[in-house]
């Protein structure tokens, strides 16, 4: 099973700032990463797929990155509706997700 | 748009069974494999299982083998989760879920619905 390790587990940014989540896979899933967005009582969202393809009706502000076992989600500028948890999920062999990272105001 | 409705959540006692539902609707149910995933109190994601969309193949997580079954009924846009033998452990919030179309892997997730709590309890 590949184990999907995420970092940091909680993130503490202002509004406006830049924030930087990382996924790390103990195996390479090449660029067959996904990442999701949930809020308190609702279901995920997919954020981008392939790694650094942004879903539909994705804002900008959200943008991927990476290959094999090293990846990032960076949002440029956090709006308030942008604080969550975030999934990253690998859909090479079988799927796994990470445990996710939880996005606070500071 | 896409929409996943979930129902069948409910207290249920440790060793008894439920079957949960996902009725679909805003697309072509039948042209997609559906999954299941779960999401105990306060915890991450777990994934359960997932149909082929013509409900030929199935494949489970290795912690509910033998006691789940996913099933689909295109006639009827649902899918279905029978679950039997619960256990405390299988609290959660269950969502239905559909394969993206973007890529041939059947494990990319597009659309979720919003969850039916099972709760597993004497």
């Known amino acids: 099973e590949i184990v999907m390790t995420q970092s940091p587990a909680t993130l503490s940014v202002s509004p406006g700032e830049r924030a930087t989540l990382s996924c790390r896979a103990s195996q390479t899933v090449s660029s067959m990463l996904a990442w999701y967005q949930q809020k308190p009582g609702q279901a995920p969202r997919l954020l981008i797929y392939?790694?650094?393809t942004r879903a539909t009706g994705i804002p900008a502000r959200f943008s991927g990155s990476g290959f094999g076992t090293e990846f990032t989600l960076t949002i440029s500028s956090l709006q308030s509706e942008d604080f969550a948890v975030y999934y990253c999920?690998?859909?090479?062999?079988?799927?796994?997700f990470g445990q996710g990272t939880k996005v606070e105001i500071k | 748009q896409v929409q996943l409705v979930e129902s069948g959540g409910s207290v249920v006692q440790p060793g008894r069974s439920l079957r949960l539902s996902c009725t679909a609707s805003g697309f072509a149910f039948s042209n997609y494999g559906m999954h299941w995933v779960r999401q105990a109190p306060g915890k991450g994601l777990e994934w359960v299982a997932v149909?082929?969309?013509?409900?030929?193949?199935?494949y489970y997580a290795d912690f509910v083998k033998g006691r789940f079954t996913i099933s689909r009924d295109n006639s009827k846009n649902t899918l279905y989760l029978q679950m039997n033998s619960l256990r405390a452990e299988d609290t959660a919030v269950f969502y239905c879920?559909?394969?993206?179309?973007?890529?041939?892997?059947?494990?990319?997730?597009?659309?979720w619905g919003q969850g039916t709590l099972v709760t597993v309890s004497s």
């Open positions: 999920q690998q859909y090479k062999n079988w799927q796994t």
């Open positions: 149909i082929s969309s013509d409900g030929s193949t199935k």
């Open positions: 879920a559909k394969v993206a179309g973007y890529t041939s892997s059947w494990y990319l997730i597009d659309d």
């Open positions: 392939g790694a650094s």
